[in-house]
């Protein structure tokens, strides 16, 4: 199975990411009812995201589903310059991700059910909501593979327990990621 395809959750990878960089830079949460900081300034490096992903591997295709915000069209047009078909959703009125997930799930069975031999699915976050995706690639003799942050899965839940390969993107952190400013800023 030298082929592969590469499904990416943007906000997945994205938000677990800056979490990853705030912890490797020290900060910590105040109180253990807060969310776990952030690091503002790293962002995505797509191209090398697609490198790592690939593993030399031959990519039949790359999606990446995001949502709004960012408006700013750079930021899913640096993923389409990667080698991505990007697909874009708005919030609910509530600002929160809607579809994300599902027109993954979709896109991913639609590769799946008319590629002409099974190869590798690389499903890019550790959401149980892909559970479903994971199952018809399987029925269909295809290797499952899932690259997300540790902290954002449990290498003994269901969705780590289901996929043929897990693989931490903590290992590629530095090469998958940017940082476009200095955080936190240094008090004199």
């Given at each position: 199975m ?13 938000i ?13 949460k ?13 962002r995505?490096?797509?191209g ?18 995001g949502?709004?915000?960012p ?23 509530l600002?929160?991700?809607?579809a994300?997930?599902?027109e ?6 639609e590769i799946?059910?008319?590629a ?6 690389i499903?890019?976050?550790g ?11 399987h ?9 997300a942050?540790?902290s ?16 931490p993107?903590d ?18």
């Amino acid at each position: 199975m030298s082929d592969c395809v590469i499904l990416v959750d943007n906000s997945n990878v994205f938000i677990e990411g800056q979490k990853f960089s705030a912890r490797q830079k020290g900060a910590l949460k105040s109180s253990p009812l807060d969310r776990d900081p952030a690091d503002p300034s790293w962002r995505i490096n797509f191209g090398e995201l697609i490198i790592c992903l690939a593993q030399d591997r031959h990519i039949h295709a790359a999606v990446l589903v995001g949502s709004r915000p960012p408006k700013n069209d750079s930021v899913w047009d640096a993923a389409r310059v990667s080698g991505f078909v990007v697909t874009v959703h708005d919030r609910n009125s509530l600002n929160q991700e809607k579809a994300v997930d599902t027109e993954l799930v979709a896109q991913g069975t639609e590769i799946i059910c008319s590629a002409p031999e099974p190869m590798t699915l690389i499903i890019v976050s550790g959401d149980r909501d892909f559970l479903p995706l994971v199952n018809v690639a399987h029925r269909r003799g295809w290797f499952v593979e899932m690259w997300a942050f540790s902290s954002s899965f449990s290498p003994n839940g269901i969705m780590a327990t289901s996929v043929d390969r897990v693989q931490p993107l903590d290992l590629v952190f530095h090469s998958i990621g940017t940082h476009d400013f200095e955080w936190p800023i240094p008090t004199s």
